[in-house]
């Protein structure tokens, strides 16, 4: 196949933060066709996952190294029988960690540089800390959902610039913390963790879990708006919105305090908040070790067992225990 192929006749050269969907957005752009064309004549199937053949081709044709593209991509496989998925060199547990379907963007970032940044693409990344403001999902003139498909990074397929709405809200400085966070996280740069848990408390656990790790930690913590709400499968894995992402964020970092102070009335009361089923699948499935020691802390610190453990007590006619571990203290990396 690559035999017959020839590379792009406009080369362009990729960002060192950028996201592969993005690079081959503005390969197709400087070449005159659109995204799909590009896809066909690579012979993918999907952009949304793509095989190794996929990413070799669209290598060759736009002339960049396939390990630099390949990290920049998403891909997915079965692992004894569970999906996961890869993406900037970590693995992924949950489709819900990642944005597939539709894109975010900062707008300012698009006006100054032109090129997506790989972290829009994590779900729990729903602001930019360089310019302190909500990253966009839908553009504001014609209320559709981003696609892929767009004419190019910055234009909407209604073929508008995608610009900022001035009715639109600044996050806190926590969530932008949080944020500059996940960014260093995913890039394996302790820095901006470490500065994040000083300067606005973030907890401590997200110098130590994998990126889907912390983005289903606080899906967990925060997914509820109130006590006693009930969560469906389905929605347990629907993409929220930017704005609806940041106040999961909130929440799931307050509750997250709260968790410090032990007393049996909060625990308990806390308790009701949580998305425990999130806890108890990361617990069991988690990518990294660290991922599953983590869940297996905050479920004990709710008073609450590992399902496992549940079943055998019952089983055996006891009752289980609900012993409680430090907040935290020298988990693995």
Known sequence: ??????????????????????FLLRCSHANGVALPELANLAGARSIRWMTARDMEAFAFLTGVPPEWLITRLKTRRHVDRRRRYSYLGWEWGSIASLRVKHAQVCPECLLECAYCKAEWEVTAAPAC???????????PHCGTALSWLRPTVEICSCGRYLRRSAMSTKPSARILAWCAAMKGRLERNSAPVLAGMRACALPS???????????????????????????????????????????????GLARADAMLDRAAEKTQALRLLVYE?????????????????????????????????????????????????????????
Not at 129 to 139: E, G
Not at 294 to 315: F, H, I, Y
Request: charged share 25%.
């Open 1 to 22: 196949m690559l035999n017959e192929l020839q590379p792009l006749p406009v080369a362009v050269s990729p960002q060192e933060d950028e996201s592969g969907l993005g």
């Open 129 to 139: 800390p360089t310019h302190q403001t909500m990253l966009m999902d839908r553009c």
């Open 205 to 251: 656990w997200l110098a130590h879990v994998s990126p889907d790790g912390a983005s289903r930690l606080i899906h967990a913590l925060g997914a509820l708006g109130r006590a006693g709400e009930r969560m469906s499968s389905a929605r347990a894995v629907e993409i929220p919105s930017p704005g609806e992402m940041a106040a999961v964020v909130e929440r």
């Open 277 to 333: 089923p999130g806890l108890q699948r990361l617990a069991k499935q988690g990518v990294e070790a660290a991922d599953q020691k983590t869940a297996l802390q905050l479920l004990k610190l709710l008073g609450s067992e590992p399902l496992e453990r549940r079943r055998l007590g019952q089983k055996r006619g006891g009752r289980p225990s609900k012993g409680q571990l430090e907040l935290f203290d020298h988990a693995e990396s």
